[in-house]
């Protein structure tokens, strides 16, 4: 009996141990606060009853009127009371609800950019987002419920349980047994409501979803000619949230009605027994109206109860997301080595038998490659050739499988990876722009960057001359992922942001992808003028223009290959 009892409280309790209520156990003392405040506002409940009643036998014997007087302001004042403490309660709950939604979800986020690129990408989409964000909320709601049911209403129960076994033992026993039952019922309740709350969530992620789809596959949508098809979809599943909808109120209504009509059923009988105890001589018309008292400020925290257990446990369903996340585990080095600061400027990268693989195929295979300024590297392929995956590797994204990454002769992973990354700078194959101003997006939160340094780079790369032709200046927002700019515009500034950073590593994968003719001509130049000095990998599917040499390369099957470096035969 001992060990199902400790397995059903591993069971129904192992959510304590989830990151959340580890974020919210480090708030200890903003428990110990809503605990105080809790029992005295169960003080102030408790005084009520009894100062009721006095007044009551009061009003039966000789009237005095200073005595009523302090007595019905002792009932102001304890009623006063119990509400500011009720007030204060909540935005204490309030601010702790923010700070922990806040904090969570910087863990979350914070999580998710750290994952390898391939995990991270099942975070992506628009449905996961909303999922999130819906499930986020609703655990924090259960903190604020884990509250009110382990503290506030269990001392406000317990208080009035005392005031009316103070007036009448059988009446506090019938009271309890009211309790427990209603307990009881809320927990099926709470069951039921908490999968139904989860359900309808998940169709608002859903909805959310498919509407951020249409918008991002805007053009697709259009050229297949499916925008009813798209809205035949979107109004179906509007159908569908709204019938869980309906269920999810419609089960609450049943739910909260066969609560209350139970909490009514032991009214009715508390009534008839004070009824009949008062007929009898043995309740004074005072102890009644406590009694009426104490029993109506009951019911309520059993209401109140009934509706923050069925909080909680949405939460506890919320919270299995919410966990497989936090849990995931971040992108790291397997290697144990000490690592030590980068002092100097990167002037040659190595690969020695380099290798990768993913699951059982091999993606890199005994790569060897010696990076150092002068010329670019041009890295060409087909489409899952590996070329890619190179770029990961050397930012760290994947752990090479075999062989080494050498910085200066030194292994990559006996170097401080943030001083790499300091020293390196990445132009990739689809433009990443915030939905923020051109300036920002150059930038990229280094505020340390001067003004000119920013201009020169602005009229390297072209920028200048398309903000003249929109007639905007560098605090024009580029949109959602830069939705109001071609591509070409988005690809400046993408590589200005990479050379404003002043890399001794510049790599560029298909930076000229889909680009007009004016544009590559930049981007080429750009490259081989910025190679004389500095190390420039460039990944593309085209050869170079013949603007200088280069050491041409040619990825397949996960073999390197050196390829004839003269452009001028293209």
């Not at 590996?386 to 760290?396: C, E, H, Q, Y």
Request: aromatic content about 8%.
């Amino acid at each position: 009996m001992a060990n199902n009892l400790h397995n059903f409280a591993q069971k129904r309790l192992r959510f304590l141990k989830r990151p959340v209520f580890q974020l919210a156990r480090r708030r200890w003392k903003i428990f110990i606060t809503v605990t105080i405040l809790s029992s005295l506002a169960s003080l102030a409940s408790m005084t009520i009853p009894f100062v009721a009643k006095t007044i009551i036998d009061q009003l039966g014997e000789e009237f005095a009127f200073s005595s009523f007087a302090f007595m019905s302001l002792l009932l102001i004042a304890a009623i006063f009371f119990r509400t500011v403490i009720s007030v204060v309660i909540l935005f204490i709950t309030t601010k702790l609800r923010f700070s922990l939604i806040q904090e969570l979800l910087e863990e979350i986020y914070y999580k998710i950019l750290c994952l390898s690129p391939t995990r991270a990408s099942q975070f992506q989409s628009g449905t996961l987002t909303m999922h999130l964000l819906n499930d986020v909320e609703m655990l924090i709601t259960g903190i604020e419920s884990l509250l009110t049911i382990s503290i506030r209403y269990p001392l406000e129960y317990i208080g009035l349980l005392g005031v009316l076994l103070y007036i009448s033992p059988s009446l506090c026993l019938l009271f309890f047994i009211a309790g427990l039952s209603v307990a009881l019922f809320s927990v099926i309740k709470s069951k039921q409501l908490g999968s139904s709350q989860l359900n309808r969530n998940k169709a608002k992620a859903g909805l959310f979803g498919t509407v951020n789809e249409n918008i991002v596959f805007l053009k697709l949508i259009r050229a297949f000619d499916k925008v009813d098809h798209r809205i035949a979809k979107f109004r179906d599943q509007f159908q569908q949230l709204v019938v869980l909808e309906k269920k999810f109120i419609f089960t609450q209504a049943v739910f909260n009605l066969l609560s209350d009509g139970l909490v009514a059923i032991f009214i009715f009988i508390a009534l008839l027994f004070v009824g009949l105890q008062l007929s009898s001589g043995k309740l004074t018309p005072g102890s009644v109206t406590a009694a009426l008292v104490a029993l109506v400020t009951i019911s309520s925290s059993l209401s109140k109860y009934s509706r923050a257990l069925g909080n909680l446990k949405a939460s506890m369903h919320a919270g299995r997301y919410i966990e497989e996340i936090t849990r995931s585990e971040e992108q790291k080095s397997h290697t144990q080595s000490p690592q030590l600061p980068l002092d100097q400027p990167i002037t040659r990268i190595t690969f020695e038998s380099l290798s990768f693989t993913h699951g059982t195929r091999t993606i890199i295979d005994q790569v060897h490659l010696t990076a150092e300024p002068g010329v670019p590297i041009i890295m060409m392929g087909e489409n899952g050739a590996g070329k890619s995956t190179l770029i990961d590797l050397l930012f760290g994204l994947y752990e090479p499988s075999g062989g080494e990454i050498l910085f200066n002769d030194h292994n990559y992973s006996t170097i401080k990876r943030s001083d790499i990354l300091e020293r390196m700078a990445l132009v990739p194959q689809i433009p990443a722009l915030f939905s923020e101003s051109i300036e920002y997006n150059l930038l990229f939160g280094d505020l340390s960057s001067r003004k000119v340094e920013l201009t020169d780079i602005m009229n390297k790369t072209g920028i200048n001359q398309f903000l003249e032709k929109k007639g905007c200046d560098p605090g024009y927002n580029v949109g959602d992922r830069g939705n109001t700019l071609s591509p070409g515009e988005m690809q400046r500034i993408s590589l200005g942001r990479a050379m404003l950073k002043k890399p001794d590593v510049l790599i560029m994968d298909e930076p000229t992808n889909n680009l007009d003719e004016q544009t590559i001509k930049i981007i080429w130049q750009v490259i081989f003028e910025y190679a004389r000095d500095h190390i420039v990998l460039v990944i593309s599917h085209s050869h170079p223009p013949a603007l200088g040499r280069v050491n041409l390369f040619r990825l397949e099957n996960g073999k390197l290959q050196a390829m004839d470096n003269d452009t001028t035969k293209n």
